[in-house]
């Protein structure tokens, strides 16, 4: 029935397209944060995740709220799918779409996707670009110079397991500016 602690002041900042870093316990609602902002926008929000089935979750999710305006791009689909999905984001007819960090490593995708008007640009599980998270991976170290070399208007980052030492490393890997700092928990 209502927002829940920090979801408010992360939604209006990245609607408003301000940069934000989310730190929220599992199960708290990070996700909220930048789907419902990406809905209320007429661009394109790109969330990059690092999980499969996370991402086919969150997908089925929001195609039963907002159906055909959310799609995925993952290594388990055909390339047609695939295909279809960048080009439905590139013309404009999807509002959310989904896609690994390995993906950035791939100049035909970044052609492509370089066509949509991106406005957010989302780092779930974001404590992976940080050396000190527990869960680093090198493939989200690019992801900052993609973002900005696509246009977004602003990065969202999310993860629930930040300390501050690694949010500092979060904000900082990610050239985030003047972010939003939401924390709540982790």
């Not at 977004?152 to 972010?179: K, N």
Request: contains cysteine; proline residues 6%; hydrophobic residues 45%.
């Amino acid at each position: 029935p209502g927002f829940r602690p920090g979801q408010r002041e992360a939604v209006e900042a990245a609607r408003a397209g301000r940069d934000v870093l989310v730190v929220m316990p599992t199960g708290s609602g990070k996700s909220l944060c930048y789907q419902l902002p990406a809905l209320m926008r007429r661009d394109l929000t790109l969330v990059v995740s690092p999980l499969v089935s996370l991402m086919q979750d969150q997908v089925q999710a929001l195609e039963r709220v907002a159906p055909g305006r959310v799609a995925l791009v993952n290594a388990q689909q055909d390339s047609a799918t695939n295909r279809r999905a960048v080009e439905q984001a590139a013309a404009g007819h999807v509002r959310l779409l989904y896609v690994a960090p390995e993906r950035f490593a791939s100049p035909g995708f970044l052609e492509k996707i370089r066509r949509a008007r991106i406005g957010l640009f989302v780092v779930d599980e974001a404590h992976c670009v940080s050396q000190w998270g527990h869960d680093f991976r090198p493939d989200y170290f690019r992801l900052a110079d993609a973002a900005r070399w696509l246009g977004a208007r602003a990065i969202v980052a999310s993860t629930a397991t930040a300390t501050p030492q690694v949010a500092v490393d979060i904000e900082r890997r990610l050239g985030l500016r003047d972010p939003l700092r939401v924390t709540t928990g982790f």
